[in-house]
């Protein structure tokens, strides 16, 4: 499961920070996860409430915001959003695509008190 190494990393970046700001207790953090980045979120927060224990982000609530697929056609040249089940340029229909955005996952920020 890469869920648990993924928010092992997660919990790594948000203890680092923490200690650097001096926070006592981490509230929220905000994630970013683009439509390729094969990541479930349920799985994630359930695997930082499992790590997270006994740590200043012990009770911290994951959010997650979905970032858009976005590409370029390398036939046409159009650039836009499209819809991760059905891959072709909205422009021309062509299958060439350069994909640009939908493969992040990154902690956007924290909540820290």
Do not use: N
């Amino acid at each position: 499961m890469h869920e648990m190494a993924i928010t092992q990393s997660i919990l790594d970046i948000v203890l680092s920070a923490g200690k650097d700001a001096g926070a006592q207790h981490v509230r929220a953090i905000r994630l970013k996860t683009g439509a390729y980045s094969d990541v479930v979120p349920s799985l994630v927060q359930e695997c930082f409430d499992l790590l997270a224990r006994g740590s200043i982000a012990e009770h911290a609530v994951l959010h997650f915001e979905a970032l858009p697929l976005i590409v370029r056609c390398r036939g046409c040249g159009w650039q836009g959003e499209i819809e991760k089940r059905h891959i072709a340029c909205k422009a021309c229909g062509g299958q060439d695509l350069e994909m640009l955005s939908g493969r992040e996952f990154y902690v956007d920020s924290i909540e820290a008190e």
